[in-house]
Nanobody, 127 residues
Framework: QVQLVESGGGLVQAGGSLRLSCAAS????????MGWFRQGPGKEREFAAA????????YYADSVKGRFTISRDNAKNTLYLQMNTLKPEDTAVYYC????????????????????WGQGTQVTVSS
């Protein structure tokens, strides 16, 4: 069982930056592929970014590519999402998710592919 706890959300003006963190329990974090998803008001949950267990491979949704950076520190069992040039449409609850990777280089972009989810952290971008 893996427990995930997000932090770092808040209120920021458009054009600003935030860094989200996701702390994971367990001793096999490096074997887990991780992802960030978000759910805006009145919207369905959507994929934002994914990273392989080793951190060598990443993938981004078009809506965040070039502005967001996903990374991980396996020594600290922590996943990050650096969000720059934030827009009002980035307003959402952000969730981290994890699953055992098939390969150390595997990453996943669909919600049902993940087994573990955090409780979410709110990000609000004002115009």
């Amino acid at each position: 069982q893996v427990q995930l706890v997000e932090s770092g959300g808040g209120l920021v003006q458009a054009g600003g930056s935030l860094r989200l963190s996701c702390a994971a329990s367990g001793r096999t974090f490096s074997s887990y592929a991780m992802g960030w998803f978000r759910q805006g008001p009145g919207k369905e949950r959507e994929f934002a970014a994914a990273i392989s267990g080793t951190g060598s491979r990443t993938y981004y949704a078009d809506s965040v590519k070039g502005r967001f950076t996903i990374s991980r520190d396996n020594a600290k069992n922590t996943l990050y999402l650096q969000m720059n040039t934030l827009k009002p449409e980035d307003t959402a609850v952000y969730y981290c998710a994890g699953r055992q990777g098939y390969l150390s280089t595997s990453y996943y972009t669909r919600g049902p592919e993940y087994d573990y989810w955090g409780q979410g952290t709110q990000v609000t971008v004002s115009s």
